[in-house]
């Protein structure tokens, strides 16, 4: 559904952590049959994305040769 969404430009969000009794009841579930595990809302941003801060991976990550460990 998220890559769906996307496709169409529409944002969405996984939420986790939340009050799942009181969604169940709120929803009205007979919760022998369903039960809610995620809540997944979706819409449209209001701001454009701002650009991405991350370093560059070459200025945070160094890659060990195993050879040159070996030797000292």
């Known amino acids: 559904m998220m890559t769906a969404a996307a496709f169409l430009n529409i944002d969405s969000c996984p939420i986790e952590g939340f009050e799942k009794d009181q969604v169940e009841e709120i929803l009205k579930l007979d919760t022998t ?3 809610v595990a995620l809540v997944l809302p979706f819409g449209y941003r209001i701001n454009p994305q701002p650009k991405q801060l991350r370093k560059p991976i070459q200025e945070i990550v160094q890659f060990l ?3 040159d460990l070996k030797n000292n």
């Open 33 to 35: 049959e369903f039960q």
């Open 65 to 67: 040769n195993l050879d």
